[in-house]
Each structure stands twice: as C-alpha cells, then as structure tokens.
C-alpha cells in the first residue's frame, strides 16, 4: 500500500514512488541514497521506506520542508498535542497581518475565521527547527490550497493543489465563476489529516532534509562524506517552470513577503549552456560525498530539450563536474507528462515538456 506520507503536500514536476523503488531495487549498492533537488522528498522518503539511509537538500524552502517532515517526523500524539496547543493560543492571539497590496486576494482566497488561523499560523509555526512543528506546516501547505469545491480539506476557495495561481488572476477567476471562500477551521482539517496521514506508520529509519544549495552539498553534508552510493534526482527542467512563482502562496505561509511576482533565483533556466554549467556546478558540490562506485539516475526535462540534447548534456556534466568518468548503462526512456491540475483551473493546454530518465554509472 502507498505510505500516506508521500501526498503531504502536492507539487509540480514531481516523479513517483514507484520510480525511486524501481531504481534501488535495481541497485546494487547499500549506501547512502542522495537527491540535491529533493523538491517534495520522494527519493528520501522512498528510501527510507526501502530500508537504505537517506538525504536530500533543496534551496527551496516547501521543498525543505515538505521533505524534512516527511523523512524526520515526530509521533501522532506529538502532532495532535502541539495542535490543541496552537488551537488554544490561537483564540486569544493578536494576528499579525502582512499581505502588502494583496488584500483583495486574501479576502476572497480564505474566509475571515480561516484566514485569522491561517495567519495565525503563519507565524508561530517554527518549521526550520522544530519537528512537530515542520510537519504541521507540511499539513497546511498541502492544506493551504485546493479544488475547496470538491473537498472539505482545503482551507481557500477554488484553486490548483499544485500550484498557486497569480493574484489578480485568481481575483478575475474567483468573481466571474462567483466563487466565495469556504468556512473551514483550519484546525479540524488538520486533526483530520494528522490522522489520515499516520494510518501508514513512519519507518523506523530518518532520514535528513537540509535547506541549501546542491552546489554546497559536500560542506552541507559532511559526515556523509564517501558513503553516497546511489543518487536518484530531478534538476530544474529547461525553460519549464518557475518555481517561486508557482509556490508564492506556500513561500508566504512560511515566512516570505506576499508577492506572486517572478524574482531571480527561483531555479528556472532559459539557455543550454548556461542550464550546462548550472549541471556542472551541481554535481561538483557533490564531489566529496560519493563513494567509489556510484549508480546516477537522473530525470530531465524541458519544452525544447530532446532525448540525445539531454543525454549529451548530463553526460558532459557529470564527467566535467564530478571529475571522473561516467558510464551510461542504457539508452534511456522519453515521456509526456500527463495533462496536469493546474492546467485544468487555467483552460490552458497540456505543457511541451518532455522527461528523459537516463542511468549512469561510476566505477571504482
């Protein structure tokens, strides 16, 4: 049966648990599995089911913190304590409001009870350090938005799970399908999912989610140093998406100032050569980790990136990155995403992107 753990929080550009099991099944190694892109955490999670220790970093903050709390949770009772908690704090706390110019948003994304929880805990959550704490923000981000109209598990009114729509398009939607904001207690829905969540117990192993660069994982992760056998990863795809932008509404929950405008450094690459170099620097962060013999799976993508494009260019960077020679051990397979949710709310087509699974090897 799935672990329950694995949709925490859905997310774009996001390959499935049965990817990762089907790669460490055919591995041949027992050390130390590692994704630098670990986005949602289901390599980590994954392996940590599989028996093999696990870790992963992300420079973005959901992705550190959907896998952190997926990978190094704490009991159901600690959960369901620290929520009566906040619930009991919540009733005689003073919110803080900090939303800028998006008021109009606001008022019609969350009712007014909703939206005070919400904000609520926006603030007092401390998901960086605190293990109980990362996972009940976990359960909001996935709580956060959502098809409201379909499920009582959503705190906003209509939008894509995946993803968080622009403001203002959010606004013209909302009022020409005249949709209001649901009343829900964002406390009822996360005692609710706290539970639906712990019907599959955590495994027994933990593993780590770190928040940092994949081109600072050596310094990041330096007690793994030499153990890291099997990689298993998904870098930002080529002119695909843009990750800040998409998640600006999560980025706010857990701490960032509310804008939906696109800003630098959000992981998107526009140019081959310069996405080439990006690669490169990667797995030159990842030198000092890997043992002597490493099994590298790797799912690309990209709207103009095609199968020997990608595979030329993963293999260049890694061998110029990790300083070593790489073999690839087969040809590699191509697909199509499947028309996504977020493509649903817009009306827009199916994205032209294309994912291209490639194995590599490095021999001792």
């Given amino acids: 049966m799935r672990h329950r753990f694995h949709s925490i929080c859905p997310y774009f550009a996001m390959f499935p648990e049965t990817f990762v099991e089907k790669h460490l099944a055919a591995s041949k190694f027992d050390g130390v599995v590692l994704d630098p892109f670990c986005g949602r955490g289901t390599t980590v999670f994954e392996s940590l089911i599989c028996g093999r220790q696990s870790a992963g970093c992300d420079i973005h903050p959901v992705a550190a913190c959907v896998t952190g709390a997926k990978c190094d949770s704490p009991t159901w009772l600690e959960v369901i304590h620290r929520l009566s908690e906040l619930e009991a704090e919540c009733q005689e706390a003073r919110i803080i409001s900090d939303i800028g110019e998006l008021e109009e948003f606001f008022s019609l994304c969350f009712a007014p009870d909703t939206r005070r929880q919400v904000q609520f805990l926006r603030h007092k959550l401390n998901w960086r350090s605190d293990r109980t704490d990362r996972f009940v923000a976990a359960l909001c981000l996935g709580a956060l938005h959502g098809e409201s109209h379909r499920s009582p598990n959503y705190f906003s009114n209509r939008m894509p799970r995946t993803i968080s729509t622009k403001a203002a398009y959010s606004v013209r939607w909302w009022r020409r399908h005249s949709c209001e904001p649901p009343n829900r207690d964002a406390f009822s829905i996360l005692r609710h999912m706290a539970g639906f969540r712990y019907k599959t117990p955590p495994p027994p192993m933990r593993g780590e989610a770190v928040l940092s660069d994949a081109r600072d994982a050596a310094s990041t992760f330096q007690h793994l140093k030499g153990r ?65 013999a490493v099994r590298i799976v790797i799912r690309i993508g990209g709207r103009r990136l095609g199968k020997d494009e990608a595979k030329d260019v993963l293999h260049r960077s890694l061998n110029t990155g990790l300083g070593r020679s790489v073999r690839l051990v087969d040809a590699g397979v191509s697909s199509q995403p499947k028309r996504s949710q977020a493509n649903a709310f817009r009306g827009a087509r199916p994205s032209p992107t294309v994912e291209h699974d490639f194995c590599f090897s490095l021999d001792g």
Avoid: M
């Fill in 228 to 292: 890291v056998t099997d990689i298993i990863t998904s870098p930002p795809y080529l002119d695909t998406t843009n990750y800040r932008e998409d998640q600006w509404l999560r980025l706010w929950f857990l701490g960032e100032k509310a804008s939906d405008r696109q800003q630098a450094g959000d992981g998107r690459h526009y140019h081959l050569d310069r996405y080439c170099s990006f690669l490169e620097e990667a797995w030159t962060g990842l030198r000092g980790l890997l043992d002597e």
